[in-house]
């Protein structure tokens, strides 16, 4: 079920209004060719059925795609929203988790490290998207044209046709041509983007009520992101229903504005003698602003300075950072030499031990064959001297392999000290290597960046001392010019004044008249009650506000 956004609400608002411009161009041209010109009954409902139509077919184009890339972007695909838990297979404890591949991928591309061009090629890309956007809408309000043009002319083909209707007929043209009419006014306009918002919020909680009937089986996870979305979608519509309420203040503003400027033009005949002073006042309101503009670029110039000298600060706590680190690296190198001579020291008086063991075990075997030669001498027996040669020659045999094998042992042993110093020295001097080329390369970078900022702020300053001249001179210009145009139009003004308050009180009448045919048609058309009473409220509270802007005024 595609999702109702605030996006897609925006493009239906543009190109109801679009059509009722091109609404009431429409009706503008039959007035100037005459009032016996018609147009055929049930023109404006058809061409409201295919905008309406068309729109609904982009809105629901471009909110599947959105609910696409989004459900991408949560690392979500169809394969894994289809997927059902499985139970404990056998061999996988209860608690046992397992990731699929694409899970995998997603968590080792969202631990990776966003750098500044990962940052900037993302914009890009955003920039490109906007771009893209723009474009379609473009090419979907030129194509809506071209359609209204073709309806246009065949009206126009159709018109003389149109004059041998019946009385009734034209009656209801009048009716038409009369809403037309009033169509471009502001406060119908400001009642039709109501009236839409309140068909859009039918429209969108009968498709949340859809969407929630429909997905009330589905996992947990489903349900939150859907409640994200449509929080999103909230958020957007109050904000800009709060910058429609911004809009509509503002113009109220403006008006109250153009009726205060109206009654101060009639009374600058009797202020002539003001004038120079209020040209003086004006002159210094422009300098301030130039003056202004000067201290607020001078502000964002020493802003600039000031974060520069925080990246310089944050180098050398860079650079400070890594000497600690050598300094550290290297305290651990010595405290493994010192450990490496420890146990070195440890082995050797482990070998000197066996050596004086071995020595005593000799000095024993010799004490016995002392002994033994003592017994064959006084024994005098030749069996006895010839076993004693050959516990001997064991002996010595002995010996000799032990001392042989404490040799090697200990060699060994030195070898294998040796080895993993000279590793622990080439490790620890490539890491040095590579922390120092690093920080030269992130310093290299910085101020090249540096350079170039700097070049740029001097154009900038080049180009805006000659936009400032541009505008001194536009000002004077102006000033001479609204001189002379203030003095036509004092005359010009006071005539109008008259007829424009007479216009706006008839105005007023039929854009109420129009205001109730509207909301007539809502009731006709069955929308529900609560949303035509929201409109009514809303329409009450516009009236308030405007009635206390003119009662201050």
Known sequence: MPCFTASNIRLVR??????AKRRTKTSTTHRSHGSSTNVPAGTTADLNASLKAA???QNNKKAAKECTEFLKVMGYTPQTLNKRPVGPKSGRTKNQTTLTQKELDRLKNASKVVTLEDRLEVLKRQEEERKRMEKETEELRMRFKKIDDARQKALEENAVKEDLFGA???VKVLERAFLAK????EEVR???RIILNAKCQAVRDAQ???KEDFQRDLRSEEMRMDRMVLERATSALKKEDADEEKKKEEKLKYACEIR???SERETLRFLEAERLEQEAKRIRKANELIRAEDERQAQLQRERKLKFREELNRIAEMAALFKRMLCEQEREADMRAAAYMREKQKKER????????????????RQRIFILAQKVLEAKSASEELSYMREQERIEREYRRKEKEAALRKKQIEKDLAEARESQLRQTKQRQALQIARAEQDFDNLMAQVKVDEEKQKQQEVQRERQNECYRQAIIKQMNDKELERRRLLELDRAQAMDWREGERQRDRNIRAVIDAKLAAMRDACLPEKYIKEVEMQLTKIKSQKAFLTKNK
Not at 14 to 19: C, H, R, V
């Open 208 to 210: 949340i009520q859809e």
């Open 190 to 192: 400001r009642v039709n």
């Open 14 to 19: 543009d190109q109801l209004e679009n059509a």
């Open 260 to 262: 205060n400027q109206l």
């Open 350 to 365: 482990e070998l000197a031990m066996e050596k004086k063991l071995a020595q005593e075990a000799a000095e024993s075997k």
């Open 182 to 185: 009033h169509e471009q006014e």
């Open 168 to 170: 009734g007929e034209k």
């Open 55 to 57: 729109i609904i077919a």
